[in-house]
């Protein structure tokens, strides 16, 4: 039954913590690619590792809806960790509870090596 699935979507949500089903399908997979956008905040160019949800332009708080279709005042944008932020957060320092915190060299590396086919 050599069967190839392929599924596309986001691990975490905006507080940075699992978002829906997608930890229970990595979990099964034999295989795991993860893609990474660029990070949007002031030019800043990192790696991103998170969604960053905008709300009036400002980050939204830890107790907005998980789910949330907007518009230009409302929306998502690429963060790094660094730029990342989830006000209200019951983290320590705003950082969601289970958040896993790399080194900036670290996420780096990480991003070129998840998948083989990227150049460095």
């Given at each position: 039954?050599?069967?190839?699935?392929?599924?596309?979507?986001?691990?975490?949500?905006?507080?940075?913590?699992?978002?829906?089903?997608?930890?229970?399908?990595?979990?099964?997979?034999?295989?795991?690619?993860?893609?990474?956008?660029?990070?949007?905040?002031?030019?800043?160019?990192?790696?991103?590792?998170?969604?960053?949800?905008?709300?009036?332009?400002?980050?939204?708080?830890?107790d907005?809806?998980?789910?949330?279709?907007?518009?230009?005042?409302?929306g998502?944008?690429?963060?790094?960790?660094?730029?990342?932020?989830v006000?209200?957060?019951?983290?320590?320092n705003?950082?969601?509870?289970?958040?896993?915190?790399?080194?900036?060299?670290?996420?780096?590396?990480?991003?070129?090596?998840?998948?083989?086919?990227?150049?460095?």
């Amino acid at each position: 039954n050599n069967i190839n699935v392929v599924v596309g979507g986001l691990d975490l949500d905006f507080r940075g913590e699992p978002f829906g089903k997608m930890n229970y399908l990595l979990s099964m997979a034999d295989e795991v690619y993860k893609l990474r956008g660029v990070c949007d905040y002031h030019g800043c160019g990192s790696p991103a590792t998170r969604t960053q949800r905008l709300i009036g332009g400002e980050p939204a708080p830890y107790d907005s809806e998980i789910v949330l279709i907007g518009d230009e005042e409302e929306g998502y944008e690429c963060r790094c960790f660094n730029h990342h932020s989830v006000p209200n957060s019951p983290g320590k320092n705003g950082i969601a509870q289970g958040t896993l915190i790399f080194d900036d060299s670290k996420q780096r590396r990480l991003f070129y090596d998840d998948h083989p086919n990227l150049t460095h």
